[in-house]
DNA sequence: CATGTAGTGAGATGAGATATCAAGTGGTGC
DNA sequence: GCACCACTTGATATCTCATCTCACTACATG
């Protein structure tokens, strides 16, 4: 929240209700989950504010592996995510072998890298170990 | 072309136009593009034929650094892409880091890995040494 | 408490992708 | 070769997701 303060946001009653919500869920949310469960937000302003906290770096975006986008709160500086196939849940993990490999591709790579995408589809070990299917 | 036949699918004239076309694209291509360059192929039957093709791994989709897809053609076995963000061109490299990189993360990721995705987006040589902004 | 402005919600609109369905074809059996 | 039938196709309608529009609201400030 005040992080939007601090970027010369103001702090509306929406906002927070925002916020607050996607404080509270551990595994990654669609915009479309955010507007259903905050039914007087209009879904313009969910969008809006998504949008905001992006810029902001607060939440990040990542795309499910059919290219849906999801969203998640971003609790580690730079990180990347697992998101898993069967129950959507999205995890953060920061492997350090990750950083070195990005500045090793960065040798690779013609031009100049400017950004990336990562992210892992797995089976998580709550699905794995027996929820049926 | 084969690899269609090969999954018992026909071979048709407009399947054969859109691949003879992607075959002579270098830099990726988005289904726009490829529909524009085909008026007498219906969207749709573009848009199915690009499924089946990625289906059968001749090529792959990626996502621009604002998540809209763009396609290009595998031509190496498992790679990734780099996508100027200035010009839109794709290219392909596999740096032997990346796949050592992704089995080493294997271990540090709960649950099982099913699939993952990785693009960088870069300005390229090209776009960098000089031509105007 | 009055005012200017950022923010809001409802609905229209736009883009991208898919579904529908009658009409058209490829390729198999003959 | 030919006829047949399931697979394909194209035009269009439709869906979904996201953004835009615009009159209205409410914040922060003086």
Chains 1, 2 share one sequence.
Do not use: W
């Not at 469960?37 to 302003?45: C, D, I, K, Q, S």
């Not at 969203?71 to 069967?86: A, D, F, G, K, P």
């Amino acid at each position: 929240m005040a992080v939007l303060e601090d970027q010369g946001y103001r702090t509306t009653a929406p906002r927070r209700a925002i916020i607050d919500l996607l404080e509270r869920k551990e595994e990654g949310f669609t915009v479309e989950e955010i507007s259903d469960e905050l039914p007087t937000v209009g879904r313009a302003t969910v969008y809006r504010t998504i949008k905001l906290l992006l810029k902001a770096g607060v939440i990040c975006k990542l795309a499910m592996m059919d290219g849906a986008p999801k969203y998640s709160l971003s609790r580690i500086e730079h990180h990347h995510h697992t998101v898993c196939i069967r129950c959507g849940n999205v995890g953060e993990f920061r492997a350090a072998t990750v950083e070195r490999l990005l500045r090793a591709i960065a040798g690779d790579i013609p031009g100049e890298i400017v950004g990336h995408r990562m992210e892992f589809y797995v089976t998580c070990d709550r699905c794995l170990s027996g929820v049926a299917s």
